[in-house]
């Protein structure tokens, strides 16, 4: 059974950091792409970042690029968010997701619709 499971949210004051995982069980994410998205409140989920196990190649949203960044640690099967200089717009609840990947398919993977397995979310809450 696949499990992801996030951590690492929490109120921060604006300007601040903060870095998320998710552990992942029951994948090995060296087969895997995986993601994180977001979702505030009343609006739609949104991509923020992605990383491809094969290579560890990433691509992120421009409304996060040079100050979110993704990674991984295959040893551990966990992946992070590395996220600073945040801005009460990144309130939001944070997911990390996970698909098989198709090493001839060189697409990035940034709608939700793409990743079959998902954790259960983590907030973060970045007040002014």
């Known amino acids: 059974q696949v499990r992801l499971v996030e951590s690492g949210g929490g109120l921060v004051q604006a300007g601040g950091s903060l870095r998320l995982s998710c552990a992942a069980s029951?994948?090995?994410?060296?087969?895997?792409?995986a993601g994180w998205f977001r979702q505030a409140a009343g609006k739609d989920r949104e991509f923020i970042a992605t990383i491809r196990w094969i290579g560890g190649s990433t691509n992120a949203a421009d409304s996060v690029k040079g100050r979110f960044t993704i990674s991984r640690d295959n040893d551990k099967n966990t992946m992070y968010l590395q996220m600073n200089s945040l801005k009460p717009d990144d309130t939001a609840v944070y997911y990390c997701?996970?698909?098989?990947?198709?090493?001839?398919?060189?697409?990035?993977?940034?709608?939700?619709?793409?990743?079959?397995?998902w954790g259960q979310g983590t907030q973060v809450t970045v007040s002014s």
């Open positions: 029951g994948l090995a994410f060296s087969r895997y792409t």
């Open positions: 997701a996970a698909r098989p990947q198709d090493p001839f398919d060189n697409r990035w993977y940034v709608r939700q619709n793409e990743y079959p397995y």
